[in-house]
């Protein structure tokens, strides 16, 4: 059975839907992305994710080719017509399509398009387990703020950690951690703070982290917004990413030193819990 693909207002068979040679996207990654969590068909975080959406676009002068509310129904529809229950949907607007050059072309209609992944989410097993990660440089371009399909070095950094051994990689700057290959990177101290990269154009803004960020401080944990060292995140009583499809996930080992007891830590742990119970309380 294939999937529903939604593309520049057709709804196509997956083999049926696509996209010129000629698409900006294709040829210079002249494109946005964001990717929403579904569970029990419903979308989990969707404003924070069309918020940075509508910021990725203006950031490089695309023209978003729905509004609001005609964005968030063809989210809706794809879930219906794909009878999607956990996973995820991916949406990308690329600039559109025009003669290769450089210089933006005039007048050109984005290209959109969204699918849908099903997968699990709730009961991902590595919740239980860990995430070892392995470290490397951060060679990615300065706006990494923008949310753009520019993913081969996270990509390169992700297979070479898993050539290490490890299952993901933390991406280093300036001798300071900024963020995983594809997650938001948060270390707990051993009092207790929970420390993140403050936001800059060094990195995604990422929705789950404001939201898990939210979530601590309403739950009393103190939140110290903060560059942090490969050094400190190994001397760290626990470790975690969050990300749209994994919330909060913890870290166990960081370049093969174990964290904290080099198991799961409970604050993350308890993190997950209170995001997955708020935002399915939300959930559109």
């Known amino acids: 059975?294939?999937?529903?693909?939604?593309?520049?207002?057709?709804w196509l068979p997956e083999t049926e839907a696509k996209v010129s040679v000629f698409d900006r996207g294709f040829l210079f990654a002249d494109a946005i992305y964001e990717v929403t969590a579904?569970?029990?068909?419903?979308l989990i975080d969707y404003a924070g994710h069309g918020a940075r959406l509508r910021r990725s676009l203006?950031?490089?002068?695309?023209?978003?080719?729905?509004?609001?509310?005609?964005?968030?129904?063809?989210?809706?529809?794809?879930v219906r017509r794909n009878a999607l229950e956990e996973g995820l949907i991916y949406l990308q607007i690329s600039r559109?399509?025009?003669?290769?050059?450089?210089?933006?072309?005039?007048?050109?209609e984005p290209t959109l398009v969204l699918f849908t992944q099903a997968k699990p989410v709730l009961d991902n097993p590595r919740t239980k387990t860990g995430l070892s990660i392995a470290t490397m440089p951060d060679?990615?371009?300065?706006?990494?703020?923008?949310?753009?399909?520019?993913?081969?070095?996270?990509?390169m950094a992700k297979m070479e950690a898993m050539r290490r051994g490890a299952d993901d990689a933390w991406?280093?700057?300036?001798?300071?951690?900024?963020?995983?290959?594809?997650?938001?990177?948060?270390?707990?101290?051993?009092?207790?703070v929970l420390v993140t990269r403050p936001l800059s154009n060094a990195i995604?803004?990422?929705?789950?982290?404001?939201?898990?960020?939210?979530?601590?401080?309403?739950?009393?944990?103190?939140?110290?917004?903060?560059p942090f060292t490969v050094?400190?995140?190994?001397?760290?009583?626990?470790?975690?990413?969050?990300?749209?499809?994994?919330?909060?996930?913890?870290?166990?080992?960081?370049?093969?030193?174990?964290?904290?007891?080099?198991?799961?830590?409970?604050?993350?742990?308890?993190?997950?819990?209170?995001?997955?119970?708020?935002?399915?309380?939300?959930?559109?």
């Not at 579904?38 to 419903?42: D, L, M, R």
């Not at 991406?171 to 207790?192: M, N, P, Q, R, Y």
Request: aromatic letters at 6%; proline letters at 5%; hydrophobic letters at 45%.
């Open 96 to 108: 559109g399509v025009a003669d290769r050059d450089f210089a933006f072309p005039k007048g050109a």
């Open 204 to 226: 995604l803004h990422g929705i789950t982290r404001a939201s898990i960020l939210d979530l601590a401080r309403a739950e009393g944990i103190a939140v110290d917004e903060r």
């Open 171 to 192: 991406l280093v700057e300036d001798g300071f951690v900024t963020e995983g290959s594809a997650a938001t990177a948060h270390i707990v101290t051993k009092d207790g």
């Open 231 to 284: 050094a400190q995140a190994k001397e760290a009583a626990e470790a975690f990413i969050t990300s749209a499809t994994n919330f909060a996930m913890p870290v166990v080992s960081i370049d093969e030193a174990p964290i904290g007891s080099g198991r799961p830590g409970p604050i993350a742990a308890r993190l997950r819990d209170l995001y997955i119970a708020d935002r399915l309380a939300t959930a559109l």
């Open 1 to 10: 059975m294939t999937r529903t693909v939604y593309l520049n207002g057709d």
């Open 38 to 42: 579904v569970i029990g068909g419903k």
């Open 58 to 78: 203006e950031e490089l002068a695309i023209p978003c080719p729905l509004s609001q509310e005609a964005l968030l129904a063809v989210h809706r529809e794809i």
């Open 139 to 155: 060679w990615r371009w300065e706006r990494r703020d923008i949310k753009t399909v520019q993913l081969l070095y996270p990509s």
